[in-house]
Each structure stands twice: as structure tokens, then as C-alpha cells.
């Protein structure tokens, strides 16, 4: 038994591709704003698991997976429906920029929005238009963002217990980003990701890459493979599935911005342990001489780093997960 799903003008009841657009909102001269949708159904009954890219509309790097993972999705192997929406944030996403620039309320960060309210702003309301179909039909959501540089790669599902923390903790292993952080209610408010939970949805997100192109083929061909991993652990696609070894969880993490600004030369990697008081990067003035040094004002793992050359004082110096703990299946 198939099953009937209907997002936007996007219609599909029988095995195959269909197409279509969900329309989230109106811009300043009436016209709709259409985010693009993808319904793959399987020919036999399964789970539905929802993608969806450029919830912030310049990190382009979920759009580039989610389209490579449809290209090797065979509808006559698959068991259940996959719903992709690759470019959500569809204003943002055309000007490269984080949020909508009509939008000027809220701060306009959609992934603080959820699940949306139909008579807000107009980041509330696209929250709400994806919300509806996502909450009717998904039984997954995984949802794709990306940081600042190419070597990002971490991961995070809400920690719980019972059936979607463990079917949520399930794809994480399944993915099998080494830093990965279960997450606890208390952190990502209005987020995609812990409104689903709530709702009885298993949820996952994928930081890979950084904003605009700042991001490889090559991570984009590896996070598409995982993503069939992931179908192969839901049953979904037929097939082992492969085991990326121990995960190291973290408790929580800590956003640090900038003291000063300047050049920037940064001296770690994501991924990189530090400990407190690490050296992290220097800063330079337009003359080259020294200005600083930039540390680590905790121990743990390297989710983010400014890339430079440049930076302003308050932006987004480090991104820090913490208490890191090796765990195994």
C-alpha cells in the first residue's frame, strides 16, 4: 500500500518522482514565494522522511546534498516516501543572505520559528507553511545547515527518551558525524528539529560545510552516501549498513565571539580538541603588526571557527562543544 501526499501543488499517490511547488508566503509586490518540493515514493509501504535545505538561505552546501541523494534514489527500491524541500528559505536563499530581507521582525532567524504561526511575520509564516505538511505526513525530518569553513561536520538529534529519541539517535549513528550532540530540550527553541521531537517526530540536523560555497564536492558526495546509510538503517533501502565507528557526544555547546577586531589568521581546525586557554588564532592590524592572541575559554571540540581574513569585533569567533565522551552503539 502506497500512500496519498499532497505538499503544494506537489501530488503523489502512486510509486515515482512528482514534483511541485509549496507556496510560503507573498513578497512586497504580491507575488507568491514558492519553495521547490520533491516527493519520491517507494512502491511499498514505509516510513516518510522529510529534507529539507536553506532554512538559512545562504548555506547552500544542503541544497547540493539533497539533490545529489535524490539523484540516487531508485523509487522502485525504495520502501516508504522521502519529501524533499532543497531551498526553503527561498528569498534568503537568493540573496545570500541568513534570513528573508523582508523580513524585519523577530530577527527573522526562520530556525527559531517553528511551528510557525499563519498570521505573523513573514518568517513565522514560511515557518507555518512547511510546517503543516511536515508535522500531517513525516515520520523523519532531517533537516541540513552549514557553519562558516569546509571542514564543519557535526551533528544533532534531541536526547529523550522513548520511540523518537531512539529512532532519532538510531540516524545519527546511521550518519555517523563523530561529533555529534544529543540535544537537550532546554537548547534550540523553536527549532525544526526539537518542535518535531515534540510532535512525535524523529529529527536530526546536519551542520556540514560552511555558508555560501564554502564547502566540497567531496562532502557533499560523503554526506549523501550517509544519507542512504541512514534509509538503510530505517529499512527503508535494502543493503548493510556501514558502522562509522564510536561517536563522541557532547553535553551542550558555547558560542564566543570576538573581543576585537582585525585580520584574523586561525590556528585550529574543526574537529581539533582544545583545552582552556588554547591559542586559537591572532590578530593583525592593516599595518601587519600583532594585535592579540584569540583563546579557547573552554575545553572541548572544534564545531566552528572563523574562517578570516577579516573580523569585526562580536562576530562568531569559536563554536565549542563540551564535555566530549566517546560512546559506542
Known sequence: MTKEIIVGTAHSKTPGVTKG???????????????PVVIVQGASDGPVVWLHGCVHGNEYCGTYIIHEFLGTLDPARLKGT?????????????????????EGYNGGDLNRQFPGDKGGTLTQQMAYALYQPLKKYADVLIDFHTALTPDVRWALFPKGTGKVAETSEK?????????TLPTPDTLLAGSAMMTAARDGIASFIVECGGKVRAFTDESVTDAAERLN?????????????????ALNYFSSFEWVTAKQGGL?????????????????G???????????????????IVLA????????SGETLIHIGLEPKQVRA
Not at 171 to 179: L, T, V
Not at 233 to 245: F, H, I, K, R, S
Open 21 to 35: 511547488e509549496l507556496k510560503i508566503g507573498e513578497s512586497p509586490d504580491g507575488n507568491a514565494i514558492n519553495a
Open 282 to 300: 591572532r590578530y593583525f592590524d592593516m599595518h601587519g603588526n600583532e594585535r592579540g592572541k584569540a583563546t579557547a575559554p573552554k575545553a572541548g
Open 264 to 280: 584574523f589568521e586561525r590556528f585550529v581546525q574543526c574537529g581539533d580538541t582544545v583545552e582552556e586557554g588554547t591559542e586559537i
Open 229 to 245: 546509510n541512514a534509509l538503510r538503517a530505517l529499512e527503508m533501502l535494502e543493503g548493510d549498513v556501514t558502522d562509522y565507528g
Open 305 to 312: 571557527i572563523h574562517p578570516g581574513p577579516i573580523m569585526a
Open 82 to 102: 522521502v519529501v524533499a524541500i532543497p531551498v526553503l528559505n527561498v528569498t534568503a536563499f537568493q540573496k545570500k543572505l541568513r534570513m528573508s530581507p523582508f
Open 171 to 179: 540516524i545519527a549513528r546511521a550518519f555517523g558525524y563523530r561529533d
